[in-house]
């Protein structure tokens, strides 16, 4: 039986031992992929092309057999480092998510072997790729489920070139929403021209790991916290680098929920193509800010001919942030601190926040004043060479040097800038700057009215 | 046996009824038994002979407890001195036993034992007796009446133990209050914060009047329930007040701020319930009730022949709840009564006093394993406060703060999570008077005061946490080996 007094004991005991769960323990060494960027895989003999690069992630390579390429995916939980101080609960592909890139060229006949070690049955769909339709993968549609334990073969040949992706297309909102993706590039099997030096890739997803939590919620439809290059987070996305003058292409495919305006600066895209492919030389059109939409890859290119740090990132203010609430009390302008005083002594720690903005935040929070909850990142982040870049998510810088070696993908560190080419403090005297002052009109709302009185 | 000592003798005899009056002095042995039985149960002196409350030296000494901080020994003390009740029901026991004196059923003991002193014997004393009264029937009235004064004594003192465990109650009641109140206080600090904060988010322009008017009727709600426990606070305080007889300027004490530690363990309690039998005072009483029944039927079995004298013992019931008991002493004439109605009759209430005592004696087991029950769980509840419950509730404050800390709760939610603490707490002392409730409970049920084991230092402290969950593990995520 049962007593009271058991149930009370039960109660403390759980207490006690229940502090740390599982999901928080670091990954071991079996279940760490390392997030960095790898080398791209050698254009095989005979053509011509620069390798992709998967931005924080890696190409999976492929055996010959028969004249087939034979590739082997293998579906299963993986942990993601999102960034330093954020291990998250993901499912993916061969230890990753994103899964690694599968590169090939157009005209390839390609077998890809898909083990599935997820706790449930999967399928892959290989987007935008014109295949027979018994290998389009859409679960219970166009094949069986592949059951847990099983390994299923997709063969077809590639009549396209062009930027594409595969997913799941089972149980999909689950599947997706825990990082199951990745990128399927088809080169040219004629050289291009011009010729592209460096070729980036990368998936844009959200995830919604809640602040305190490592697993992926789900049932989040709009609300996500996690705005990710190929499953990382400022700061933990690596920089894109190129040799001034090279020509880059950087391909961006959005699992994503959102659409994410991708701005680059210090040049300009020039689109060349979706996940349909390329787009006529005559159509092509510039712009700083690509936008991608749901479900959709764009990819462009520019001429890397101005060295320096250039920022690359979401143009949604609030996808390059971390974890945030969006239901914090306004305090802009709020002057409190003799409250937060008050505060202070129910809680000690407490400090007042956002009375003068939110960067004050990023310092207290950069500097460890705050503790934050466990596997959280700081809403805002990342320090630079100047001070506080403030930033989180989809937010990384392409780096562009003069001697920067052909092939070589390693950070070159910050830039270092020219003699008098950096903004620099005005001294002395400021001018009288040209001003409009606000008057309000004479039919001002009796609320503000009585707000300002 | 030499006739001048029968001349004493018979002075003193004829010399009692006069005495008798004059024999309720200070320090009358009735007040000095009951003082020493309760002291005997209470583990601490119990001095009535010191006078009452309007002597001087009583009220001095009053009035340097009330000095300071009340601590329980002292209302204690000021209760057995000060409360006029106690006082009454002493005198009343006085009174029965100068009633005693004076019906010649007890020696006088002053007059009695100075005489005593210059003689040889007690047998001379009898044998003068025996000329006056019969033998039988004055000795066997005189061991009624002493058996009647012992149940009254015994009364007595069970009333004194009986009001400690009152004031006991009273004062953890009102300690708890006292602690409870500054709880409501700091609630109260942190929805003012709140409402204030609104308020110049409100006027900056930040929140709507909708929300601002939420946070300002917390406020208000929470300034209410401070203003209860207050007006609680105060009539628990006269509760006490009147228990320690206290009024005018001496109700101005002050108390101290928290209630005693709860011991980690509980107090050994084997065979409890043996000893209850064995020391509570009503049971006691109730068993001198079934003696002194037993003797008036024992002497009235052995006088039946003598039918002139019959002994017999009454209780009355009063509507009201009172009883009314003692021996009578019964003349008749041996005309047709021989003595068979009256045997019948005390028979039928030596049953009566057997089954009262049996069944109070199942109740006196019964109360105590009730207080046991309840101390026991009263006792988990501390220890589930202490090692659950309160450290969850701190957990919840520091992980929201954290929380707060990223931008990612308001100060609302982190006030709203204080609050939640607070009340924890609250809840808290609540247990933790319900200990010491159960404690005094179990005392009075037990008829005597519980050893407390040693107490576990601050461990009872309502801000204490317990063990830290942090300090079970570091959790590490940015390691990327
Ligand atoms: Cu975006």
Avoid at chain 1, 242 to 253: E, L, N, P, Q, S
Avoid at chain 1, 357 to 374: I, Q, V
Wanted: hydrophobic share 40%; glycine share 8%; net charge negative.
């Amino acid at each position: 039986m049962i007593t009271r007094r058991d149930l009370l004991k039960t109660g403390a005991a759980l207490f006690a031992g229940g502090a740390v769960s599982a999901a928080f323990r670091p990954a071991t060494a079996a279940e760490k992929a390392s997030a960095a960027t790898r080398p791209p895989l050698p254009a095989p003999a005979g053509v011509s092309y620069a390798p992709v690069v998967t931005l924080n992630g890696w190409t999976l390579p492929w055996k010959m057999e028969g004249g087939v390429k034979v590739f082997h995916l293998v579906a299963e939980p993986v942990k993601r480092e999102f960034a330093p101080g954020m291990i998250v609960n993901c499912w993916g592909y061969n230890g990753s998510t994103p899964g690694p890139t599968i590169e090939c060229v157009e005209g390839d006949r390609v077998r890809i072997l898909v083990t599935n070690k997820l706790p449930e049955h999967t399928s892959i769909h290989w987007h935008g790729i014109f295949l027979p339709n018994g290998m389009d993968g859409v679960g219970g549609l166009t094949q069986p489920q592949i059951q847990p334990g099983e390994t299923y073969v997709y063969e077809f040949t590639l009549r396209q070139n062009g930027t594409f992706m595969y997913h799941p297309h089972a149980d999909e909102m689950v599947q997706m929403a825990l990082g199951m993706m990745g990128m399927f590039i088809v080169h040219p099997r004629t050289p291009e021209h011009p010729k592209i030096d460096r070729d980036y890739c990368f998936i844009l997803h959200n995830f919604a790991v809640h602040a305190g939590t490592a697993t992926p919620d789900p049932s989040v439809m709009t609300d996500f916290n996690m705005w990710a290059f190929n499953s990382r987070v400022f700061p933990g996305i690596d920089p894109l680098v190129a040799r001034t003058g090279d020509r880059v292409r950087i391909r961006i495919a959005n699992l994503s929920m959102h659409e994410h305006p991708i701005h680059i600066h210090g040049t300009a895209f020039e689109v060349t193509g979706t996940d349909a492919g390329w787009i006529a030389p005559s159509a092509r059109y510039k712009e700083t800010t690509l936008l991608v939409p749901v479900g959709n890859i764009r990819v462009g290119e520019f001429v890397a001919d101005a060295p320096g740090d250039w920022a690359l990132h979401c143009h949604k203010s609030h996808h390059t942030m971390n974890a945030m609430g969006h239901e914090v009390p306004n305090m802009i302008g709020v002057k409190h601190d003799d409250i937060a005083r008050r505060i202070r002594k129910l809680v000690p720690g407490y400090m007042a926040m956002g009375e003068t903005g939110m960067a004050e935040h990023a310092a207290h929070t950069a500097m460890g004043h705050m503790k934050l909850p466990e596997n959280t990142l700081p809403m805002m982040t990342g320090e630079g060479p100047f001070g506080p870049i403030e930033m989180g998510g989809m937010f990384t810088v392409v780096k562009v040097r003069d001697a920067q070696p052909p092939g070589d993908y390693t950070d070159p560190g910050w830039y270092e800038h020219p003699k008098g080419t950096v903004a620099w403090k005005l001294e002395g005297d400021i001018p009288v700057p040209v001003r409009q002052d606000f008057k309000p009109t004479p039919e001002e709302d009796t609320d503000q009215q009585a707000r300002s009185g | 046996m030499s006739a001048r000592r029968s001349l004493t003798r018979i002075l003193v005899v004829l010399t009692l009824p006069l005495l008798g009056a004059c024999a309720n002095l200070p320090g009358d042995r009735v007040q000095g038994e009951v003082a020493q039985t309760v002291s005997a149960r209470v583990s601490r002196p119990v001095d009535w002979n010191a006078g009452v409350p309007e002597d001087r030296a009583v009220r001095q000494a009053v009035r340097a407890m009330l000095a300071d901080e009340l601590s329980l020994d002292e209302a204690i003390a000021i209760a057995l001195v000060n409360n006029r009740e106690m006082r009454a029901r002493l005198a009343r026991a006085q009174v029965a036993r100068a009633d005693l004196i004076r019906a010649g059923l007890l020696d006088n003991p002053v007059f009695g034992l100075s005489l005593l002193r210059d003689d040889a014997g007690t047998e001379s004393e009898l044998s003068l007796f025996e000329d006056f009264l019969n033998v039988v029937t004055l000795s066997a009235r005189k061991k009624l009446a002493a058996t009647d004064l012992e149940r009254t004594r015994l009364e007595v003192a069970q009333s004194a133990l009986d009001l400690i465990a009152e004031v006991k109650r009273a004062w953890y009641a009102l300690v708890a209050d006292r602690q409870a109140i500054e709880l409501f206080v700091q609630v109260t600090d942190a929805t003012e914060a709140a409402a204030e904060l609104a308020r110049r988010q409100y006027q900056a322009g930040n929140l709507s009047l909708r929300e601002q008017a939420l946070q300002q009727s917390f406020h208000a709600q929470s300034s209410l329930e401070a203003a209860r426990a207050e007006a609680a606070f105060n009539a628990d305080r006269e509760k006490l007040n009147r228990l320690l007889g206290l009024w005018g300027e001496d109700t101005a004490w002050r108390l101290p701020d928290r209630l005693p530690d709860v011991p980690d363990r509980l107090p050994p309690a084997p065979q409890l319930e043996n000893k209850a039998v064995d020391q509570r005072l009503d049971l006691a009483a109730q068993r001198a009730e079934v003696e002194a029944v037993h003797l008036a039927l024992h002497y009235t079995k052995q006088t039946r022949w003598l039918s002139a004298f019959g002994i017999g013992f009454t209780v009355k019931r009063d509507p009201d709840g009172g009883t009314a008991r003692g021996p009578e002493l019964e003349l008749g004439l041996p005309l047709f009564d021989r003595g068979q109605a009256r045997i019948a009759r005390l028979e039928a209430q030596l049953r009566e006093a057997e089954s009262r005592y049996a069944q109070l004696a199942i109740d006196v087991r019964a109360e105590v394993r009730e207080a046991m029950g309840r101390l026991a769980a009263a006792h988990d509840s501390v220890r589930h406060y202490r090692e659950a419950i309160l450290p969850l509730a701190e957990r919840v404050v520091e992980e929201t703060l954290k929380f707060y800390n990223g931008m990612l709760v308001g100060v609302y939610e982190l006030l709203a999570a204080k609050q939640a603490q607070i009340n924890a707490a609250r809840d808290y002392i609540g247990v933790w008077r319900e200990f010491w409730t159960a404690w005094a409970d179990l005392e009075r049920a037990a008829g005597a005061a519980l050893a407390i084991p040693a107490a576990a230092g601050d461990a009872t402290s309502t801000q204490s946490p317990a063990a830290r969950p942090e300090d079970q593990g570091q959790h590490q995520h940015g390691d990327s080996q």
